[in-house]
Nanobody
Framework: VQLQASGGGLVQAGGSLRLSCSAS????????MGWFRQAPGKEREFVAA????????YYADSVEGRFTISRDNTKNTVYLQLNSLKPEDTAVYYC???????????????????WGQGTLVTVSS
């Protein structure tokens, strides 16, 4: 599967953005989808994940209550709504897909098979 992330940009603290990640192929609904981010000089970190049906979501403590992950399997797209943004949310955001056969934690990058190219989110203070 190929993933294409979009929606990043420059926003003031307290503002909002919606990221999108579109996937190629006809098996999108078979993948758990995740969002990760990587700030300059830091390791890639988990942000959120969503189950195949969209019925279960997982969040990092740092974004719980501010970010919302969702998916539309009819459009082969996963979204990440970012609200109440803080300067420390500045990072390149990556979407990722986890296949049925993949093992490991949803919270680790190693638990995903496919990655998008990333979209930059910059939050000014």
């Amino acid at each position: 599967v190929q993933l294409q992330a979009s929606g990043g940009g420059l926003v003031q603290a307290g503002g909002s953005l919606r990221l999108s990640c579109s996937a190629s192929g006809r098996t999108f609904s078979s993948y758990v989808m995740g969002w990760f981010r990587q700030a300059p000089g830091k390791e890639r970190e988990f942000v959120a994940a969503i189950s195949r049906s969209g019925g279960t979501t997982y969040y990092a403590d740092s974004v719980e209550g501010r970010f919302t992950i969702s998916r539309d399997n009819t459009k082969n797209t996963v979204y990440l709504q970012l609200n109440s943004l803080k300067p420390e949310d500045t990072a390149v955001y990556y979407c990722a897909a986890r296949s049925l056969s993949r093992s490991g934690s949803y919270y680790r990058a190693s638990g995903y098979d496919y990655w998008g190219q990333g979209t930059l989110v910059t939050v000014s203070s």
